[in-house]
């Protein structure tokens, strides 16, 4: 581990014995741990590519990573040394999120940190761990999700390196991994404090935009990967669709008088419909409705913004203009002021007569990275 490495994670480790509460100590004891672990496995991708035990399909991969990452440049992601290297971690995901929300309000539990600030969700590395505070929170009352997720960025506290969960299968694994990387490097990029409904919106469309036509400079229109990646797209868009319409549906019914048996009960049968529109093995709750939300339900007033700026260049620096003073709340869930804000400063910033280099993404569904 580098020094850079050791630091951080001693200063995690330090934050959590300061922190108030069992949790929030027992919680960052185990990222510091956890971390530690994950940089103590990177190796360099170049030496991993050029080791004979490396299977060639992991090879071939990590190969495209340092193209990937000077296109993500080149669009003005901050991506500095991360993913230079590679660990490889022996589980299927990189850590488990756990979120939850009020059974009755879309109003997501919060965990504030020192330095840090406010967070939606966890992220446990062991999932043994995730499932033990999911079950804790719906003891306490809640609506509660855990989730694996294959990658999740440090937002500029480590370097961050590829990982094994990220190299998925079949003809979108190239895209999947670039869309990962972009979608981290926007968070290294642009990341307001307390704010993750913009942040996983904004960091979704970017990347969405950027591989769409990532895709088509690689391997061009009609490729089987980009094929592949459309459908998965397509397939995405209208399940992402009647999720936030479920949401929409409920927000109504949890905004209203009645009583808290009624908007139980209406609360029911609007998640029956879904499951039975669907075809859903589990059953949506308000926490798995809310990530949806965090991850989705910003992204017309970021593609509003889009339109306005003509090219994701200037999207994300307008991004990076962005304070925790230019949102109304904290876990502010309605971007449409923030949508108009991006295209006012992006508009102000574009030079007279610039063409468009990635206009605007007309795919505004993605899977959750992190």
């Known amino acids: 581990m580098s020094a850079r490495a050791l630091a951080a994670a001693t200063t995690l480790a330090a934050l959590a014995l300061a922190g108030p509460g069992c949790l929030m100590t027992r919680y960052l004891a185990q990222a510091a741990a956890g971390q530690a672990d994950l940089l103590g496995r990177a190796r360099p991708i170049e030496q991993v590519v050029r080791d004979p035990a490396t299977p060639l399909r992991t090879a071939m991969m990590l190969a495209e990573i340092p193209a990937i990452k000077q296109y ?57 761990d995730g499932v033990a505070q999911k079950l804790a929170l719906e003891r306490a009352g809640y609506d509660a999700i855990v989730r694996p997720a294959s990658a999740y960025s440090t937002g500029g506290w480590f370097t961050d390196p590829v990982l094994s969960t990220m190299l998925g299968g079949g003809d979108d694994a190239l895209p999947g991994l670039a869309n990962v990387i972009l979608h981290e490097s926007v968070h290294a990029t642009v990341l307001v404090p307390d704010e993750p409904f913009f942040n996983e919106s904004f960091a979704s469309y970017v990347a969405d935009a950027l591989t769409d036509h990532w895709i088509g400079v690689r391997f061009g229109p009609g490729s089987p990967e980009d094929l592949a990646w ?121 030079p007279a007569g610039a063409r468009p280099a990635v206009g605007p993404s007309t795919r505004s569904a993605s899977a959750p990275a992190g």
């Open 72 to 128: 993500g440049r080149s669009y003005g992601l901050r991506i500095a040394g991360n993913y230079s290297t590679y660990s490889a971690l022996g589980r299927p995901a990189a850590v488990w999120f756990v979120g939850a929300a009020d059974p009755v309000a879309f109003k997501p539990l919060r965990w504030c940190f020192p330095i840090v600030g406010c967070f939606a969700g966890l992220g446990w590395f062991d999932e043994d």
């Open 230 to 350: 459309t459908l998965g797209q397509a397939t995405r868009l209208p399940r992402t669709a009647r999720l936030l319409d479920a949401y929409e549906q409920l927000k109504k019914v949890y905004d209203g008088a009645a009583p808290r048996a009624d908007k139980l009960a209406h609360k029911a049968k609007i998640i029956d419909e879904l499951m039975a529109d669907l075809h859903l093995h589990s059953r949506p709750n308000n926490a798995s409705l809310t990530e949806t939300r965090v991850y989705n339900g910003g992204v017309e007033p970021i593609a509003v913004a889009h339109r306005a700026c003509g090219d994701v260049r200037l999207l994300v620096e307008a991004g990076k203009t962005l304070t925790r003073a230019d949102f109304a709340s904290t876990l502010q869930d309605d971007l449409t002021s923030i949508g108009k804000l991006l295209a006012t400063r992006c508009a102000a910033a574009a």
